[in-house]
T-cell receptor, first 111, second 117 residues
């Protein structure tokens, strides 16, 4: 079985500052990893995913994430955030069966 | 391409009443999922369909929840009778299903927010 831990429930940052949202997973098998974003009153939208290959994955809206197998982590980063990035971010893992989500990290951007 | 459609967007009912949610996946997507998202938590899979067959319903509270996807396209999730703890957002998602990749992207609808009083 797989599990996901998002280490921060809330992350406040100033506009144009860099941000990192942390995600650790556990699994006994090879995994596929995802980051989803949820804007207020909307469904989840895929930001990026790691299936195989390069450990640095680039997604939409300037986000990227790095898969680190030895540390079982898949942290999400953006070099400069905007007000529009205010949302809930979910890390998810699957071993090709069901998708297991973390608790979410609320990103708040202050002007 | 139209996204995943869900209705209603909001529903308020009293405990012990019944309620139904509807989902229409992206055209051509063989796999359909229902998730429950309780406030402050990540989505939890309730049931997964492959065409009109159930793949995984291990986390569906079958004494009160039921779901069907009769023609392998749209789907209905029902709760009868509802309890206070069923208050949540119910998300529907669909995926194309590409077996050679082992896993494929799930596309989510906007969800139905259920409040049980």
């Amino acid at each position: 079985a797989q599990s996901v831990t998002q280490l921060d429930s809330q992350v406040p940052v100033f506009e144009e500052a860099p941000v990192e949202l942390r995600c650790n997973y556990s699994s006994s098998v090879s995994v596929y990893l995802f980051w989803y974003v949820q804007y207020p009153n909307q469904g989840l939208q895929l930001l990026l995913k790691y299936l195989s290959g390069s450990t640095l994955v680039k997604g939409i809206n300037g986000f990227e994430a790095e898969f680190n197998k030895s540390q079982t982590s898949f942290h999400l980063r953006k070099p400069s955030v905007h007000i529009s990035d205010t949302a809930e971010y979910f890390c998810a893992v699957t071993g090709a069966q069901k998708l297991v989500f973390g608790q979410g990290t609320r990103l708040t951007i202050n002007p | 391409e139209a996204g995943v459609a869900q209705s209603p967007r909001y529903k308020i009912i009293e405990k012990r009443q019944s309620v139904a949610f509807w989902c229409n996946p992206i055209s051509g997507h063989a796999t359909l999922y229902w998730y429950q998202q309780i406030l402050g938590q990540g989505p939890k899979l309730l049931i997964q369909f492959q065409n009109n067959g159930v793949v995984d319903d291990s986390q569906l509270p079958k004494d009160r929840f039921s779901a069907e996807r009769l023609k392998g396209v749209d789907s209905t999730l029902k709760i009868q009778p509802a309890k206070l703890e069923d208050s949540a957002v119910y998300l529907c998602a669909s995926s194309l299903e590409l077996p050679r990749l082992g896993v494929d992207t799930q596309y989510f609808g906007p969800g139905t927010r259920l409040t049980v009083l």
